[in-house]
T-cell receptor
Framework: GQQVMQIPQYQHVQEGEDFTTYCNSSTTLSNIQWYKQRPGGHPVFLIQLVKSGEVKKQKRLTFQFGEAKKNSSLHITATQTTDVGTYFCAGPNAGNNRKLIWGLGTSLAVNP | DGGITQSPKYLFRKEGQNVTLSCEQNLNHDAMYWYRQDPGQGLRLIYYSQIVNDFQKGDIAEGYSVSREKKESFPLTVTSAQKNPTAFYLC????????????FGSGTQLSVL
């Protein structure tokens, strides 16, 4: 069945270092969404990418959608302790766009 | 303030007991969802609803039931048939489909006594 894979599963960085998480889908996606979940919290929507090759920036966060619309990445420049959490990507189910297929997430820890 | 309210924050279930998790939204969203989150397993869809009085099974519906009698409310019942109910349960809503962003409630942690 359709799968969305994220790597790495965990990442430990020193504050100020950069961080990247990658999301790969087994099928072409109409769009991809990114969410952040702080420890003990709930997922919060970050961004949605729709166009092939799209790049969007939110302050220190840069999101990319691959040309084939099967992969995406989230890059954080100069991490801060406030970036700690789990980052999830999700894309619509090809057979039923009312359902999202979620990656397992990348948990980011930042040492001050 | 608009948002999604889940209650209770923590819930304990005895063996053989049904428990109901509440989810209310005042965002005027048509679609509502229930997800289960286990450590290391991401989010798994239990049930979803796009309109009042209609709902669909997700990927792991066995042992759960829902109702959608009002647009604002989408309660989830964890029945005694669910043998491994310990998990973090998240309710979410979107304007219409999963092609729009999801808004999540703060979640309910369910544990078995």
């Amino acid at each position: 069945g359709q799968q969305v894979m994220q790597i790495p599963q965990y990442q430990h960085v020193q504050e100020g270092e950069d961080f990247t998480t990658y999301c790969n889908s087994s099928t072409t996606l109409s769009n991809i969404q990114w969410y952040k979940q702080r420890p003990g919290g709930h997922p919060v929507f970050l961004i949605q990418l729709v166009k092939s090759g799209e790049v969007k920036k939110q302050k220190r966060l840069t999101f990319q959608f691959g040309e084939a619309k099967k992969n995406s990445s989230l890059h954080i420049t100069a991490t801060q302790t406030t970036d700690v959490g789990t980052y999830f990507c999700a894309g619509p189910n090809a057979g039923n766009n009312r359902k999202l297929i979620w990656g397992l997430g990348t948990s980011l820890a930042v040492n001050p | 303030d608009g948002g999604i309210t889940q209650s209770p924050k923590y819930l304990f279930r005895k063996e053989g007991q049904n428990v109901t998790l509440s989810c209310e939204q005042n965002l005027n969203h048509d679609a509502m969802y229930w997800y289960r989150q286990d450590p290391g397993q991401g989010l798994r869809l239990i049930y979803y609803s796009q309109i009042v009085n209609d709902f669909q099974k997700g990927d792991i519906a066995e042992g759960y039931s829902v109702s959608r009698e009002k647009k604002e409310s989408f309660p989830l019942t964890v029945t005694s048939a669910q043998k491994n109910p310990t998990a973090f349960y998240l309710c979410a809503s979107s304007i219409w489909t999963s092609n729009e962003k999801l808004f999540f409630g703060s979640g309910t942690q369910l544990s078995v006594l």
